[in-house]
């Protein structure tokens, strides 16, 4: 299920897609460099669309919406386009009760995404809790997305990939037993029951102990399953039949990654493109092909669309009427408890009373981008209750914020480190470290936060914050900020905003804007 292409074993996972390309003959002179997406999407399933685009789908674990959809018509350049689960509805934990289990590291594993054509469907099929196999369904990779039906309890396809035969039978290859089996299931004619499973192969068939991240194919007649072995290897199997039997090899075995200290590319997808023979593994790469970061590649197609949604940019709620998908919330969001308006932006009205920032609901999360990735978020406090806590955070199982806390009447800047839950379960081990305070003047209507790190796998792994009473003198505040690297958390750091109550709901805060860099 670790997707980490990357970053795998360093945890801090900034997980880069990265393009592997057989130099394809008479492409053009063009260039590219991995990884062509420096951001945080584990297990991605590429697949070509019906306009001849490639459309990416990937892990997010508990954050809502689930499953984050990525558009690319070149396979360098890629956009934003939606989420395939619009609601994480596998249970209350999704919703952070305020007592029994939250959904950390629970929602979307690696999970497949495939258009049908014969029924213009976008079929998302994935395992949520080891137990429940959806399938989701749109009409476009935008939306609307159905939960159309679930497989059974107890059957979970973990780590699957969907292959739709040439006469339209859907195929679903996974792994069970702990990674230690991997069987193929025949569905339905509509794709949402079960109609026959084989076991198909055993990862000791190549001297693996386990493999994961499956994906199914079928290349000029014959069918090919793709697999990895955790952290190291890509495997590939083929037969003449869907059932078997398989004959497998090493794909890519301990390839260097191109990021310096990042771990060996080893899960991802395979692409056949109009244009070329060649076939592409956004990631791993070719074993032949070892790149460093920076290193040109020559592109595998012509760019084509211009695509209109950047990276790094700046927010202003004022002008917007829903949130961008870039946008994705810590478990399901309280709707009651937020709102756009052109006046005040985003309202986010505290939504829990806790002490606990990993129980407090409606905090809004975007993924951090590059090496050195900042953002920059301009609060109005002025609404804020006595005992609320709002305000800009490196959010992971390890967090650290810059905010502003409440308490009576009296305002103060507030940098907080450490919060902390247990990797695996979930549990919060620490409600964090005041590092330090600054009372603000009374009346203090806006207040701006800024927050930088290095992302990098090699860096230093500091994040620092900063706050302003005029969105244009910072003040740093709480000192330096160690970024954790543990892995079994499964997602790097991201930016994320907040405001909940200690002591009693009511209280709000606008966010005018926010900006990621
Ligand atoms: C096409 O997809 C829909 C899901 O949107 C499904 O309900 C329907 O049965 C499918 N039709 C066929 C012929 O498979
Ligand atoms: C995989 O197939 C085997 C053999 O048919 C079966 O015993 C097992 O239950 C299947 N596993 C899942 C998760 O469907
Ligand atoms: C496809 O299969 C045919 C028949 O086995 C073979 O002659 C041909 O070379 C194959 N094409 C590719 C691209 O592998
Ligand atoms: C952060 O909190 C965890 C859990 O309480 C603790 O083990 C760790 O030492 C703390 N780290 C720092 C730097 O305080």
């Known amino acids: ?98 007592t029994g289990e939250r959904a950390y590291r629970g929602g979307t594993w690696a999970s497949t995404l495939r258009y049908r054509k014969s029924n213009k469907t976008w079929y998302w099929i994935g395992c949520t809790n080891f137990w429940i196999t959806w399938v989701f369904t749109a009409p476009n990779p935008e939306g609307p997305w159905t939960q159309a039906a679930n497989l059974g309890g107890g059957v979970c396809f973990y780590d699957n990939g969907l292959l739709i035969d040439d006469d339209d039978t859907m195929y679903v290859v996974y792994t069970y037993d702990g990674g230690k089996q991997v069987n193929v299931t025949q569905l339905a004619p509509d794709g949402l029951s079960i109609a026959r499973t084989e076991k198909v192969l055993v990862p000791g068939q190549v001297g693996a102990d386990s493999v994961e991240g499956n994906r199914m194919y079928k290349i000029n007649g014959t069918y090919y399953i793709l697999n990895d072995h955790p952290g190291s290897t890509a495997y590939v199997w083929k037969s003449a039949s869907p059932w078997g039997p398989y004959e497998g090899k090493p794909l890519a075995d301990s390839v260097a990654s191109p990021v310096p200290g990042g771990g060996a590319p080893h899960q991802g997808s395979l692409i056949q493109t109009p244009r070329a023979t060649g076939r592409r593994l956004p990631h791993p790469r070719h074993q032949r092909h070892q790149r460093r970061l920076g290193h040109p590649l020559p592109a595998p197609l012509p760019a084509a669309k211009p695509l209109n949604f950047p990276w790094t940019r700046s927010y202003a709620f004022t002008a917007l009427t829903s949130l961008p998908p870039t946008f994705e919330w810590n478990h399901n969001p309280d709707t009651s408890k937020y709102a756009l308006s052109p006046d005040t932006g985003l309202t986010l009205s505290t939504a829990s009373v806790t002490a606990d920032l990993y129980a407090a609901r409606n905090t809004l999360t975007h993924r951090v981008h590059g090496e050195f990735p900042s953002a920059a978020v301009e609060l109005d406090v002025s609404r ?52 330090q305070a600054v009372p603000l003047p009374a009346g203090t209507k806006k207040v701006w936060f800024r927050a930088s790190m290095d992302a990098r796998a090699s860096g230093d792994h500091k994040a620092r914050f900063e706050y302003s009473l005029d969105g244009a003198a910072f003040v740093a505040v709480g000192g330096v900020y160690d970024l954790y690297t543990g892995w079994a958390f499964f997602l790097g750091y991201r930016w994320a905003v907040f405001n909940y109550a200690t002591k009693a709901l009511g209280g709000s805060v606008g966010v005018a804007s926010f900006t990621v860099a």
């Open 1 to 98: 299920m670790l997707k980490s292409t990357l970053l795998a074993g360093l945890a801090f996972l900034v997980n880069t897609p990265f393009l592997g390309a057989q130099a394809a003959p008479g492409c053009t002179p063009k260039t590219f460099t991995n990884p062509v997406l420096y951001e945080d999407f584990p297990d991605n399933d590429i697949s070509t669309g019906p306009d001849g685009a490639f459309y990416f789908s990937a892990s997010n674990f508990h954050y809502s919406p689930g499953a984050p959809i990525l558009r690319s018509y070149d396979l360098v350049s890629w956009e934003f386009v939606g989420h395939s689960i619009p609601r994480l509805n596998f249970g209350d934990g999704y919703n952070l009760p305020a």
């Open 384 to 435: 804020m209750a006595d005992g609320d806590r709002a305000g800009l955070a490196a959010f992971r199982d390890r967090s650290a914020y810059v905010g502003v806390h409440r308490d009576g009447t009296s305002l103060q800047i507030a940098a907080v480190f450490n919060q902390t839950i247990d990797e695996w379960s979930g549990t919060t081990l620490d409600l964090g470290t005041l590092k």
